[in-house]
Every structure is written in structure tokens, then in C-alpha cells.
């Protein structure tokens, strides 16, 4: 039997055991791995996300990724596609300065930007007003608990087909205040929620801060559970250009 190097990655952070980890595996073009095998091992790894890269015909600057949750294979992830980008540039110092992933999201650059950073070019998301929200889009709402009245009555909903998520912008929410509210679902408004069938709850706002344009908080809504994803980077291709239509940004300093 074949074996494979796991390599475990922080995502977007400069700290160790900060941002949100992924696991990288590297499938050399000559051997293979069945998704059965990889959803074992993206479940025994119980990491929020595992990607399994495999270069194209021994083309170093073209490779299949695949990505898997410890329950699920994902349409899409940001923070693995990273993961693996640094692993391939900066880990295994491929000759290549870029490189292509086909992927389930379509074909995805990654290259290297200055200090070992990687550069990434995914697909924008913009989501669309709902303009009569349906009740169960409140419910998410107030399962963000610790919002004012006044927070409730300005929060705009939006719907992002791409990644099936409900993303919810809050008007003046101070900074301390939105990382320190939390979302806690009750037992019966968890399954109007479920019934939803969606991905992620985004909850975004502008930044009060000199340095940050958005902060964002996501939290699943669907039959993993509710917790809190740390980095998103599928939600900012969604947050991305909503603020540049709102708000005429084509540069976005964002915070999760």
C-alpha cells in the first residue's frame, strides 16, 4: 500500500495554532487515492478541513484538489486551497512561482508573493439582497445573541447562491462587541434553522478600526452543527464584492 506525507497548516495567521488549521496531503502523479480513502483520513485527521492535491500528468504547475470535512466532501474551501498552495511553494519549493488547482470550485491560482506569502485568485460570490426575508432568517438572527434592538431593526439580508450562505450585514455594531457576541441556537430554533439547508451563517460589518475594513464572524448551519469557523476565505469572496458595491472598496483589510 502507497504511503502519503500529511502535512497540518495554520492558515491566514503568522502565529502557530492561530487562524484555522487544514491538513495537505500530496498525491504524487504516479499513485492514486479514492475518495473513500479520503474522506477516512479527512475523518480520522478531524481537522476542519483536509486537501488532497495530486499533480496532472507530472506537471508541476497543475493539480487536482479535492477537498474534505471530517463528515463530507466541501464544493469549496479558502483556507485549504492556501494550506496547500504554501505546502507545494514554500514547503516543497516547487520550480513553479504558480500553480493551477482544478478543483470542484473550477480552476484556482495560487502563486508567490513577496516573504513566502501566497497570492490567491478565487472565484467573487456577490450575493443578492432578500428584500422579505423568510421568519427563519430572523431566527439566525437572534440566535446571535447579545444584539441590540437597534442592531436587529438595520441588519440587511443577503443570499449567496455560490456557497449556499445567508449572510447577514449589521449596521454600527462596535468591534469588542461583535467579537465578543456569540451564536446559541435554542433546541427549537435549531431545527428552523437545519431546515434551511444552507452552509454558513456569514454576520459582517464595517470595521470601526483605522486598519480593518470588515469583520466577520461564520458559523455553520447545517448538520455538522453550529460552531464557529475560525478563518473563512469563502466567505470573503461573498464579503469581498458586497463592501465594493456598498461601499465603492476595491481593497478590502478584513478580520475574522
Not at 91 to 109: E, H, Q, R, Y
Request: hydrophobic share 45%; glycine share 4%.
Amino acid at each position: 500500500m502507497p504511503t502519503f506525507e500529511i502535512y497540518v497548516v495554520d492558515a491566514f495567521t503568522t502565529a502557530r495554532f492561530g487562524g484555522n488549521a487544514a491538513a495537505v496531503v500530496v498525491i504524487p502523479h504516479d499513485k492514486d487515492m479514492d475518495e473513500t480513502t479520503m474522506q477516512n483520513v479527512a475523518s480520522e485527521v478531524n481537522l476542519p478541513m483536509s486537501a488532497f492535491v495530486k499533480a496532472q500528468s507530472g506537471d508541476q504547475a497543475l493539480y487536482k484538489l479535492l477537498w474534505f470535512n471530517p463528515t463530507a466532501k466541501a464544493a469549496f474551501c479558502g483556507h485549504a486551497t492556501l494550506a496547500a498552495g504554501h505546502v507545494l511553494l514554500n514547503i516543497l519549493k516547487l520550480p513553479a512561482t504558480s500553480i493551477k488547482f482544478d478543483s470542484p470550485a473550477g480552476v484556482l491560482n495560487a502563486s508567490k508573493g513577496s516573504a513566502d506569502e501566497i497570492v490567491l485568485q478565487f472565484p467573487s460570490s456577490p450575493p443578492t439582497v432578500v428584500t422579505e426575508p423568510p421568519s427563519a432568517y430572523r431566527t439566525v438572527l437572534h440566535a446571535f445573541t447579545g444584539l441590540s434592538v437597534a442592531d436587529i431593526k438595520t441588519a440587511v439580508f443577503y443570499y449567496a447562491p455560490r456557497a449556499n450562505d445567508l449572510v447577514i450585514l449589521l449596521d454600527g455594531v462596535d468591534d469588542t462587541k461583535f467579537a465578543a457576541l456569540d451564536f446559541a441556537p435554542s433546541a427549537d430554533t435549531s431545527r428552523e434553522i437545519l431546515a434551511l439547508n444552507m452552509r454558513a451563517a456569514v454576520f459582517v460589518a464595517r470595521s470601526q478600526r483605522d486598519d480593518t475594513d470588515s469583520i466577520a464572524r461564520v458559523f455553520h448551519i447545517n448538520n455538522a452543527g453550529f460552531d464557529e469557523d475560525q478563518v473563512t476565505g469563502s466567505a470573503h469572496t461573498i464579503i469581498a464584492p458586497l463592501f465594493s458595491s456598498l461601499f465603492g472598496m476595491q481593497r478590502i483589510r478584513a478580520h475574522q
